[in-house]
């Protein structure tokens, strides 16, 4: 089974502008993201898919496989869709650029759901993690998800899903890792299906595939993952990186 990893890197993102070139440790957050993929050892090949001149040109400068896209896409599964064709790849990851602390333990489990399934009925899987502060809860920068009792995503939102009406806050509420793996036949229809309605209401590209009919298979990692959303996150992760705590093996 042949694995790819590409990561979209748009530069324009609504809520930080430019943070994926912005410094964590002594390199920029996508060059981190990149490297701690590249490490893992998982993946036959590795690339940043952009479509951002500054990005680009930054990543080829470092000698890091990237791939520059002129399509204005909605979301980075469809920019990496674009570029699935050039992969010789059963299955895809979409690697979130502003994950640079994604460990070697969620992206394994992630390649053993497609090992295991061996008649093949699972077309995308994901990560998912407990959420241990209570203000992610509420967070609309942490997406949520609930599933089924097979661990397939009912649905994601970054509203505080399931509302409690009880307020009984010991329900284990799920954050959702920015991490998709596909098979690359899905990879391509979904790639080329557009936006669709709720996807667009919550600007969540995991909609999109429910939407469609897919069943997402999430799997749950107990590592904490810290995604670069603001401000106060860049903050966070430079702590972690200055303060050694973190290996690009995926061990804190």
Do not use: W
């Not at 010789?88 to 394994?108: A, R, T």
């Not at 939102?157 to 509420?173: A, L, M, T, V, W």
């Amino acid at each position: 089974m042949k694995i790819s990893a590409l990561i979209p890197a748009r530069h324009d993102s609504m809520r930080f502008p430019g943070k994926l070139m912005q410094k964590l440790g002594d390199k920029t957050v996508i060059q981190q993201t990149y490297e701690s993929v590249l490490n893992s050892k998982l993946f036959d090949q590795v690339s940043v898919v952009t479509d951002s001149e500054l990005i680009f040109n930054d990543l080829k400068e470092n000698n890091l496989n990237v791939l520059y896209s002129k399509t204005n896409h909605e979301c980075g599964t469809d920019r990496i869709a674009e570029f699935s064709h050039k992969f010789d790849s059963d299955i895809i990851f979409n690697v979130q650029g502003d994950e640079p602390f994604i460990d070697k333990k969620g992206l394994k489990a992630l390649i053993n759901i497609f090992k295991d399934d061996t008649k093949k009925k699972i077309q995308v899987a994901s990560l998912m993690t407990p959420i241990i502060d209570d203000k992610e809860i509420f967070s609309s920068n942490v997406v949520k998800v609930i599933v089924d009792n097979n661990n397939f995503a009912i649905y994601f939102s970054r509203h505080s899903i399931p509302f409690n009406q009880e307020k009984d806050y010991s329900y284990n509420y799920l954050k959702h890792i920015g991490v998709y793996a596909f098979r690359k036949n899905p990879l391509k229809k979904i790639g080329n299906y557009g936006l669709t309605k709720l996807e667009s209401i919550e600007k969540i590209e995991a909609i999109r595939f429910i939407e469609m009919g897919y069943r997402i298979k999430m799997v749950m990692t107990d590592k904490t993952s810290i995604g670069i959303d603001t401000l106060d996150d860049l903050k966070e992760a430079n702590k972690l990186i200055k303060g050694k705590l973190y290996d690009y093996n995926g061990d804190l």
